[in-house]
Each structure stands twice: as structure tokens, then as C-alpha cells.
């Protein structure tokens, strides 16, 4: 009886715990209307979603050629040259193809099946981005619901199954990893959506940048070598056959898009577009605004971008004469992951080196604005732009997204757009990148360092 009796008061305080800590969690989402709405935004929009894929026509663009690509795939073909579809030839790392063979045993290949499928993708990839938001306590509650009005994106999701779905999915993945400090596993999810598209490597250099503040040396080059060993692994099965054909057509930095498709440079006349010289200065803008963005905006608390890289040097090199005076211990204890990032900056960092790649890409297609239509609303509220402006901005993009065929005035009138918010990132203060408490240890070791 006493056991007994002890065994029912252990049940009644789980219980009683359990159900404390249920309160907890409704009495925090009834606090924060932020939260609250946001669970609303994902209702609403997962009822838009099954009416749009019940009562909207499917737009066949490139299904079949995925399903063409991956069936020679699953036949046992691993000469990436010889895996086409009724689009061309198979252009996207090896990621995509196990994903899409998936998709395909799952679906068998139906449109309506998988369609159901992206459509839980969408809700995933929007619940991943609200969580980001959320995270970072940028936009005001209210603006939470430009993330699911656009027309294009939902359309991209759920009636033409691009593969930039997965990508920025996992993009997503990777970015929640890295706001809350988990860099190794974050870069791991990151070079998987790089194994479905390479456009997300339009996130490295400011991926790097974060990176280097974030952690030591010997830090970067093991997240950097996690990351190289996912590419390795997916791409073995071709790598081990026929290595140059996968490298060549997986990675092709050189591809000339059709001009015709062109949504931000329809304007420029196509002997222009196509030519060497108009890409090498659309390169040449893309790195130089990168780097004048890393050095004073980015940088500009470390005193730069060339300081931040001296500061490395230098504590690379006390981490070498530390090693060979067998004094390891120490250093590392001093040395290792000192700075924690502040989620504001991981994200503004994140998003503006992205944005400034899409300013400048040479081509982007329609199902491209999925690339950055999420940061779309981040951006726009870390300039210094009033709201009104902020929401004429984000009606712009979207407008000229969805008119097709583009035309020269929609492509000059979304360059304007993006430049103007551009303009507006660099005219914004740069917010400090530290956590309070974190960045006082790491300055008193760096200026004893040098």
C-alpha cells in the first residue's frame, strides 16, 4: 500500500508537470501575437495551397524531364552526358537525382501525387521561414503575411515542381542551423541544396565570411571539409565511372541562358546578353560590391574585412607556435568558437549577399524568384526606406514576376526595384554583430595576440 500509494503521487506530479508546462506553452502564444499570427499565416495558407493544387491547372515545364533523367538513372546509367530529357541534358548535382527518384517510387511518376508532395513542402518551407523571422524579430506582426502572398512562388511550388523547391527548402534547413550556432551541421545541410542546384552557392561568400567571425581557423576548414565530403559521397556512384562528365555538366559555372526566358535583362539586347564581355561585368559588379559590402558594412565592427583576415592570420599562427611549444590545451580553451553571432546579423549578412548575386545574375527565370522572394521582406525592413515605400517595393517585384512574357519595361522596372533596395541595405546602419558578453573576451585575446 505505501508503494502504491508513492506510485500514484509520482503519476499525479508527471502529470500535474506536464500539464504546467502545456500552460506555459498556450500562455506563450496567446502573449506573443507575433507567434500567434504566424500560426495563423500557415492555416490559411496550407487551405490556399490544397485549393490551388484541387481547382488550378498543372503547368508541365520540366516534370518530364526530371522523370526522363531520373529513369535513365535508375536504369544504371551513370554517364551524367548521356542523362537527358525532352528539356536537355541533366545540369544539377547529383542531390537532385536522389531526390527526384524518391519523389518518383513515391508518386510513380503522377503529377497529382506529387503535387500533393510539394504541397507539403510549401508548408514546410514556410514553417521554416517563419520560424526564421521569428527568430530574428526583424518585421512587425502584421508583415509576417508578405510571405505568403505571392503569386509566382506558390505557382513554382505547387503547379510546376521545380527543383529550386528542394533547394531553398534546404537552404532554409541550414540557415535555422546557423542562427542558433550550429555551424558544422548547418554547412552539412547547406552543401546538400547545393547537391539539387547551385544556385545556393550564391550564399558562400557571405556563408564564409560568417564563418571565419564565427570560429577559428581550424574550425572553418573542418566545417569547410563536412561540407566537401556530403559533395563527395553524393556524387561517388559518378565520380567512380565517368568523373568529367559529372564535374563538367553538375557544375558549369559557363552555361548562356536563353534570353527569351530573361526576367531581369530582357532589355539588353540579346548579341549583348550572350556575350563574354556582359558576363564578365556582371561578375565583376557581383564581386566588387560584394567585397565593399563585406569591408564597411559587414565588417566594418572588426575594422574592415582586411582586419578581420589579419586578426585570423595572427591567431592562426599563435594556434601554430602554441602547438609546437605543446601547449594546446590552453590555447584552445581560449581560442575556440569565442564569438556568438548575433541571429540579425547571420540573417541581414546571409540575405544581402544573396540579393546582391541576383542583382547581378545574368538571367533569371521565372521559377528563380524563389531564390530570394523570402528575404524579400527581411531586406526591405533593414532599410531605412518608410513602410510605405517598403510595401510600393515588394509590389513592384512581384508584379514584374509575374508578368509573361517579360518585356523591356518589366525587366528595367525590376532592376530599378533591386537597386533601390540595394541603395537602401547600404545606406542602413550596420547593426553590431556580437552577442552581448562574447565579443569583449575574443577583442582582449586578439589584442594580446598581436
Given at each position: 500500500m ?12 508527471v ?5 504546467r ?6 500562455q ?10 504566424a ?25 518530364d ?23 536537355g ?9 536522389y ?10 511518376g503522377?503529377v ?18 517563419l ?23 506558390h505557382?513554382?511550388?505547387v ?8 533547394a ?47 570560429m577559428d ?30 564535374l ?21 539586347p ?8 556582359f ?17 564597411y ?8 574585412l ?10 592562426m ?9 605543446f601547449?594546446l ?15 540579425e546579423?547571420i ?14 545574375a ?9 531564390w ?25 517585384v512581384?508584379f ?32 553590431y ?8 573576451k ?9
Open positions: 505505501p508503494r502504491q500509494a508513492t506510485d500514484i503521487r509520482s503519476s499525479a506530479a502529470a500535474s508537470e506536464v500539464a508546462k502545456h500552460d506555459s506553452f498556450i506563450k502564444i496567446v502573449r506573443n501575437p507575433k507567434t500567434t499570427f500560426l495563423a499565416i500557415l492555416l490559411a495558407d496550407a487551405i490556399l495551397v490544397s485549393l490551388i493544387i484541387s481547382y488550378v491547372p498543372y503547368t508541365k515545364i520540366d516534370w524531364a526530371y522523370m526522363s533523367q531520373v529513369s535513365g538513372f535508375l536504369g544504371g546509367e551513370r554517364d551524367y552526358s548521356k542523362l537527358k530529357g525532352d528539356t541534358p541533366l545540369v544539377y548535382p547529383a542531390g537532385f537525382l531526390i527526384y527518384s524518391a519523389i518518383q517510387y513515391i508518386t510513380g503522377q497529382y501525387p506529387a503535387q500533393v508532395l510539394f504541397g507539403l513542402l510549401y508548408m514546410v518551407n514556410l514553417g521554416m521561414v520560424l526564421i523571422y521569428l527568430k530574428t524579430d526583424v518585421l512587425p506582426w502584421w508583415a509576417l503575411c508578405l510571405l505568403s502572398l505571392s503569386k509566382r512562388v505557382s513554382i511550388f503547379l510546376r515542381l521545380f527543383n529550386d523547391c528542394f531553398t527548402t534546404l537552404f532554409h534547413a541550414a540557415l535555422i542551423s546557423f542562427l542558433y550556432q550550429k555551424w558544422h551541421l548547418g554547412l552539412i545541410i547547406f552543401s546538400g541544396a547545393v547537391s539539387v542546384k547551385m544556385n545556393v552557392l550564391l550564399f558562400a561568400p557571405p556563408l564564409l565570411l560568417l564563418l571565419m567571425k564565427a581557423i581550424s574550425g572553418v576548414i573542418s566545417a569547410g571539409l563536412g561540407a566537401a565530403l556530403v559533395q563527395i559521397l553524393l556524387g561517388l556512384p559518378f565520380l567512380l565511372t565517368h568523373p568529367v562528365e559529372y563538367s555538366k553538375a557544375f558549369n559555372l559557363g552555361r548562356v541562358f536563353i534570353h527569351f526566358w530573361s526576367v531581369n535583362f530582357k532589355f539588353v540579346e548579341p549583348v546578353f550572350v556575350s563574354k564581355g558576363a564578365l561585368f556582371l561578375l565583376a559588379a557581383h564581386l566588387i560590391l560584394l567585397l565593399t559590402f563585406a569591408h558594412r559587414w565588417c566594418r565592427h572588426e575594422g574592415g582586411c582586419s578581420l583576415l589579419h586578426s585570423k592570420l595572427v591567431q599562427k599563435l594556434k601554430i607556435s602554441y602547438l609546437s611549444s601547449a590545451r590552453p590555447f584552445n580553451n581560449h581560442n575556440s568558437n569565442l564569438r556568438v553571432l548575433r541571429t546579423h540573417a541581414t549578412t546571409m540575405f544581402a549577399g544573396n540579393f546582391i548575386g541576383i542583382v547581378f545574368r538571367s533569371l527565370h521565372y521559377q528563380f524568384y524563389s530570394y522572394f523570402y528575404s524579400l521582406p527581411y531586406l526591405l525592413w533593414r532599410t531605412p526606406f518608410p513602410t510605405w515605400l517598403r510595401l510600393i517595393l515588394f509590389v513592384i512581384e514584374c514576376w509575374n508578368v509573361f512574357p517579360s518585356n523591356d519595361y518589366s525587366s528595367i522596372l525590376l532592376l530599378g526595384a533591386h537597386l533601390t533596395i540595394l541603395a537602401g541595405l547600404w545606406l542602413a546602419p550596420p547593426e554583430p556580437y552577442v552581448e558578453g562574447t565579443n569583449k575574443s577583442a582582449n585575446i586578439e589584442k594580446k595576440s598581436s
